[in-house]
């Protein structure tokens, strides 16, 4: 971590993760799915597609905002959570998948988030950085009326980012590392 960056003691350490750990390094990942919530507490919205503007967060979403730099928390920007971790989760509790319900604006699919703590990543066109894993807060139970939501997603919670270019972001869009993004485009030689 950087002098200038932030500890928060709702992280969640690497080592304790529960999510999607893939026994290769190499993964294809992609957006299942967009959230957004336009008001705090009120339900998501499905999209298709959302506008992502770099330190400012998502379009329509009640995190968007001026700066959250400014703010000393850009891990407020956008947030990520594994449809595989979510289909563990639903099958524990006995219920339907419930990725509307988590609080978190993109779903994704065959990306291990913990592979994208502390390094830059595209969703589509968009760059990102993994900001910090996180635990759900108390709040979400209540919410999302989910009975046992909190500890289902305990140590699996997922990803907080903060956005660093501007661009839309699409259901299906891949998501890679920027490394692995940026040997993809270059031309052969």
């Keep these: 971590m950087s002098q200038g960056e932030k500890a928060f003691t ?8 529960r999510g999607v750990k893939f026994p290769s390094p190499s993964w294809q990942g992609k957006v299942l ?3 957004i919530a336009p008001e705090p507490s009120k339900p998501m919205v499905a999209r298709s597609e959302v506008r992502a503007f770099a330190d400012r967060g998502l379009e329509g979403d009640r995190f968007f905002r001026e700066s959250w730099k400014a703010a000393n ?8 959570i594994e449809e595989e971790t979510l289909q563990a989760a639903a099958a524990e509790l006995g219920t339907e998948t419930f990725g509307d319900k988590t609080r978190r604006n993109i779903v994704t699919r065959g990306v291990p988030l913990v592979e994208l703590l502390d390094r830059e990543f595209t969703i589509g066109g968009v760059i990102m950085r993994g900001i910090r894993l996180f635990e759900p807060c108390g709040h979400l139970e209540k919410i999302s009326k ?5 500890r ?7 990803l907080k980012a903060a956005i660093l270019s501007d661009g839309v972001i699409r259901v299906d869009d891949p998501i890679a590392l920027r490394e692995e993004a940026r040997l993809a485009t270059s031309p052969s030689l």
């Design 152 to 158: 289902a997603l305990e140590h699996r919670s997922g």
């Design 73 to 80: 928390r850009p891990d407020k920007a956008v947030s990520l």
């Design 33 to 35: 799915s967009l959230y």
């Design 146 to 150: 989910v009975a046992g939501i909190f």
């Design 10 to 17: 709702w992280e969640i350490p690497p080592e304790l993760w």
